[in-house]
């Protein structure tokens, strides 16, 4: 336990010199018309925006990270088009920082007196994660398997965790369920988290949804981009394998061979939506690839994300829509009114193309339209902090948010098939 602290205090010292984002501002812009959202749709093809949000409703703001080089460029250009915009952060490494320490110190009173590796006060690290899924192999060895289905280009293990009621059947249908393809996205490795922990550590009240059903869940897609958001760069989203001398990592979740490369991805290596220099470039997705492949009666599949209350599914290469696309809509607006009614926080419903924008290569079309998933949802949490940071006394109440609309969503799957 000694060591553990002191490697943790160690490690609080290492992030703190890690890339700082001394003077990056974060904006929310209003658009008020078509027009302004076309201009905003222009301005995110510029490589040097950080466009966190960009919504298609009119109603919702647009958020956007801007550098300090770019920031008086950025604002002229708003001023010029007459776009509406407030400074949601004025300086996102001071808060950066300020939540990196309080972070640390959750942690380490986690490591001091918990049972287990885990919490919901605290972001976790990867190897953290990792040890808690093996707790509950050991603690629960009738209901509980975690298997090493893959590596990460660092030679990091990827586990996924099955979750079943102990009653020894096989060919039972399978609900399964991913986080941390994008590497910032903290809250949606903890909201699986959150989830396992309900299925395993809170059998009693949850034994419904494992009748007839097996979990199967992998809680880090993206090893090695997780980590790097611990010790480096905290808004990388990518994974970590190099393209040239100087550009890293893909965009996961444009890296699945449906429609690849198609829309909505971008050709540049460097570019936070790089869509891979083919499609399965990366380990990563290439593991996720073959465990959906492998599960032969898998019903409802679901990814996590942050952030923007977004219930998405199919297609996202296309506004059209497919043929059981009713289905998937009745599953994800049963998890929107299950949040609504328990916290009044709204989630938006419907596809990924006509609630947002277009995107090809992602894992949610891949496993609808190859994998033969159901139902096929994309879960964006809600935002916290400027967007992808939320504070630390924020994770359990998001999390525990999140379960109702999972549970709700997976009720409604157990109803129905």
């Not at 959750?106 to 040890?131: G, K, P, V, W």
Request: glycine share 6%; with cysteine.
């Amino acid at each position: 336990m000694l060591k553990q602290i002191a490697l943790l205090l160690l490690l609080i010292g290492v992030a703190l010199a890690a890339d700082s984002y001394d003077g990056y501002k974060v904006y929310d812009i209003k658009s008020r018309n078509a027009f302004e959202k076309q201009v905003l749709l222009r301005l995110s093809s510029n490589e040097e925006y950080d466009f966190f949000d960009l919504p298609r409703s009119l109603d919702a703001p647009s958020r956007v990270m801007i550098q300090p080089k770019d920031q008086e460029g950025f604002e002229i250009l708003l001023e010029k088009y007459n776009l509406e915009y407030t400074v949601v952060t004025e300086d996102l490494g001071v808060s950066l920082r300020q939540e990196e320490v309080e972070n640390q110190s959750q942690r380490l009173m986690n490591l001091r007196s918990a049972e287990r590796s885990i919490s919901f006060t605290a972001f976790h690290r990867f190897d953290e994660i990792n040890a808690y899924l093996d707790e509950l192999a050991a603690a629960y060895p009738s209901r509980v398997t975690v298997q090493v289905v893959g590596k990460s280009y660092e030679n990091r293990n990827i586990k996924t965790i099955t979750i079943t009621n102990g009653d020894k059947r096989t060919g039972k249908k399978v609900i399964f369920l991913d986080a941390g393809i994008h590497a910032r996205e903290w809250i949606a490795h903890a909201g699986a988290l959150y989830v396992i922990h309900q299925l395993v550590e809170n059998f009693a009240a949850n034994s419904d949804l494992l009748k007839d059903y097996d979990w199967v869940i992998l809680p880090v897609v993206n090893p090695d981009g997780y980590e790097y958001t611990h010790t480096r760069t905290r808004m990388w989203r990518k994974t970590r394998k190099p393209v040239t001398s100087s550009c890293y990592g893909t965009d996961a979740n444009r890296n699945f061979d449906y429609h690849w490369g198609e829309v909505g991805a971008s050709s540049s290596s460097c570019s936070d939506t790089f869509k891979g220099e083919t499609a399965f470039s990366e380990p990563e997705t290439q593991t996720l690839r073959d465990v959906l492949l492998g599960i032969k009666n898998g019903v409802f599949y679901l990814t996590l994300h942050s952030y923007g209350n977004y219930l998405l599914y199919p297609y996202g290469w296309t506004s059209s829509l497919p043929s059981t696309w009713k289905n998937i809509d009745e599953v994800a607006q049963a998890g929107a009114a299950a949040i609504k009614s328990a916290t009044g926080t709204k989630y938006t419903v419907g596809s990924s193309t006509n609630v947002l924008y277009a995107a090809a290569g992602g894992s949610d079309d891949y496993a609808f339209a190859v994998a033969n998933f159901p139902i096929s949802i994309t879960m964006e949490l809600p935002a916290g902090g400027s967007g992808f940071n939320p504070s630390t006394s924020q994770i359990s109440s998001m999390v525990s948010e999140t379960w109702v609309g999972i549970k709700a969503m997976a009720q409604k799957v157990v109803e129905n098939y």
